[in-house]
Protein backbone atom coordinates (compact mmCIF):
# COMPACT_ATOMS: atom_id res chain seq x y z
CA UNK A 1 0.00 0.00 0.00
CA UNK A 2 0.82 3.36 -0.83
CA UNK A 3 1.73 6.28 1.65
CA UNK A 4 -0.76 7.89 0.70
CA UNK A 5 -3.39 5.48 0.14
CA UNK A 6 -2.86 4.63 4.07
CA UNK A 7 -3.34 8.37 4.77
CA UNK A 8 -6.60 8.43 3.04
CA UNK A 9 -7.50 5.34 4.56
CA UNK A 10 -6.32 6.63 8.43
CA UNK A 11 -8.64 9.69 7.21
CA UNK A 12 -11.48 7.57 6.34
CA UNK A 13 -11.33 5.59 9.80
CA UNK A 14 -10.39 8.10 12.66
CA UNK A 15 -11.82 10.34 13.61
CA UNK A 16 -9.08 11.96 15.97
CA UNK A 17 -6.70 11.71 12.74
CA UNK A 18 -9.82 13.30 10.50
CA UNK A 19 -9.45 16.53 13.26
CA UNK A 20 -5.69 16.78 13.05
CA UNK A 21 -5.87 16.99 9.25
CA UNK A 22 -8.79 19.31 9.38
CA UNK A 23 -6.69 21.88 11.79
CA UNK A 24 -3.55 21.69 10.18
CA UNK A 25 -3.24 19.31 7.27
CA UNK A 26 0.03 20.28 5.81
CA UNK A 27 1.45 19.19 9.71
CA UNK A 28 -0.79 16.37 9.79
CA UNK A 29 0.53 14.94 6.10
CA UNK A 30 4.43 15.87 7.02
CA UNK A 31 3.86 14.24 10.05
CA UNK A 32 2.66 10.73 8.40
CA UNK A 33 5.32 11.11 5.92
CA UNK A 34 3.73 12.35 3.03
CA UNK A 35 5.71 14.29 0.07
CA UNK A 36 5.59 17.32 -1.13
CA UNK A 37 3.49 15.85 -4.43
CA UNK A 38 1.14 13.68 -2.17
CA UNK A 39 0.33 16.80 0.28
CA UNK A 40 -0.34 18.69 -2.88
CA UNK A 41 -2.59 15.97 -4.83
CA UNK A 42 -4.71 16.16 -1.18
CA UNK A 43 -4.59 20.05 -0.65
CA UNK A 44 -6.15 20.59 -4.16
CA UNK A 45 -8.58 17.96 -3.69
CA UNK A 46 -7.20 16.96 -7.61
CA UNK A 47 -8.98 13.32 -7.69
CA UNK A 48 -6.96 12.37 -10.86
CA UNK A 49 -3.64 12.90 -8.97
CA UNK A 50 -4.27 11.43 -5.90
CA UNK A 51 -5.55 8.22 -7.23
CA UNK A 52 -2.59 8.30 -9.53
CA UNK A 53 -0.20 8.94 -6.65
CA UNK A 54 -2.35 6.38 -4.22
CA UNK A 55 -1.99 3.91 -6.93
CA UNK A 56 -5.29 3.77 -7.24
CA UNK A 57 -7.23 2.79 -10.59
CA UNK A 58 -10.01 5.65 -11.00
CA UNK A 59 -12.29 2.67 -12.60
CA UNK A 60 -12.46 1.48 -9.19
CA UNK A 61 -14.56 3.94 -7.54
CA UNK A 62 -12.31 7.16 -6.27
CA UNK A 63 -14.08 9.62 -7.88
CA UNK A 64 -16.99 8.43 -5.92
CA UNK A 65 -15.64 8.71 -2.27
CA UNK A 66 -15.82 11.57 -0.11
CA UNK A 67 -13.94 12.48 3.16
CA UNK A 68 -10.94 11.95 1.61
CA UNK A 69 -9.54 15.48 1.26
CA UNK A 70 -11.15 16.77 4.10
CA UNK A 71 -15.03 16.87 3.59
CA UNK A 72 -16.97 16.74 6.70
CA UNK A 73 -18.74 13.65 7.30
Not at 42 to 65: E, Y
Request: charged share 20%; with cysteine.
Amino acid sequence: MSKLLGYLNLLDTDAAARATHAADPATAMTQFGLNDAEQGAVLSGDKAAIGQLAGVDLKDGLTTQSGCTGDAR
